[in-house]
């Protein structure tokens, strides 16, 4: 049997109250589509942690600026449900841009803090967009559980924190990033690379690898971002958002001295056309 597919609210309430009135829980794992293995391994996260998983495609417009590529992003419906019932995918919630955001639609999430540094400071009204419609498909659906990648680390303690803030009932779960072999990060936006630029891009992913152990041995917060913005340069990379260690929850920057306690350091980077994201644990 295909995997069911429901492109209204009403109906994927329905479905989902019908699982519970049969005692079962249920994950939720929202993306944009253009699916890829880091996707399908947060499905599977999912269904470790529920009975039943709900898998939302929707490429959201009000986290895309004028400039960016909403119309040019990645778009196959087909194929994303073809690997979703691959991978045990219960439901495909795949709801119009109308359905979600109704005619006078004017309601805005916006989460202060930890949203302005990083993306939010190189993407304004990104993270509102974001925080918006998260808050509306957690809400649609009630899951029990809702699954999202540390690939996106920002986004991931913008929606721990809206879920905290607004008390969701939904436990939020941050999944590993998922990487070639090459340690170059699973992105949609991966596609959009050249030959000669997808031989380029695990330099990234080196960058931050080499920042932990400088991190490591003590070396200067302030000593280790200019290092790996250098790299990056010398790599190819082109216009650097950020490359910068952050505290790990609350994503306030550290430094100018040496690490202490746990962090994050991430970046952003633009290869060709393509602008990549990456972060590790420190």
């Known amino acids: 049997m295909p995997l069911a597919i429901v492109r209204t609210v009403a109906d994927l309430r329905a479905q989902v109250a019908a699982w519970r009135a049969g005692g079962e829980t249920v994950g939720l794992v929202p993306t944009m589509g253009a699916l890829h293995e880091g996707h399908l391994s947060l499905v599977t996260l999912a269904k470790s942690r529920a009975r039943r998983a709900v898998a939302s495609v929707f490429v959201n417009p009000t ?26 995918c219960d439901l495909l919630f795949a709801p ?19 949203s302005e540094p990083l993306d939010g400071a190189a993407r304004p009204g990104h993270f509102a967009g974001v925080a918006t419609v ?47 072999p090459d ?22 992913a080196t960058a931050l690898t080499d920042a932990i152990e400088r991190l490591r041995k003590g070396t200067p917060v302030e000593r280790v971002e200019a290092t790996g913005r250098a790299a990056l340069e010398r790599a190819g990379f082109g216009r ?43």
């Open 63 to 88: 986290q895309f600026a004028p400039h960016e590529d909403f119309d040019a992003y990645p778009r196959d419906e087909a194929r994303d449900a073809a690997l979703l019932e691959g991978a045990g």
């Open 96 to 114: 119009t841009v109308a359905e979600m955001y109704a005619p006078g639609f004017s309601t805005t999430v916006t989460v202060a803090g930890v």
């Open 134 to 180: 998260v808050s509306k498909l957690l809400l649609q659906c009630g899951p029990d559980v809702a699954v999202f990648g540390e690939k996106d680390y920002q986004q991931l303690q913008v929606i721990k924190r809206l879920v905290a803030d607004l008390n969701i009932p939904v436990e939020v779960i941050g999944a590993p990033t998922a990487r070639a």
């Open 183 to 204: 340690g170059l990060a699973l992105s949609s936006r991966n596609a959009y690379l050249t030959s000669a630029e997808r031989e380029i891009a695990p330099s990234l």
């Open 240 to 282: 650097i958002d950020y490359f910068e260690v952050r505290d790990a929850a609350s994503l306030a920057h550290l430094g100018p001295g040496p690490l202490v306690g746990p962090a994050r350091i991430l970046a952003a980077a633009v290869l060709g056309k393509t602008r990549l994201i990456d972060n590790m644990a420190v």
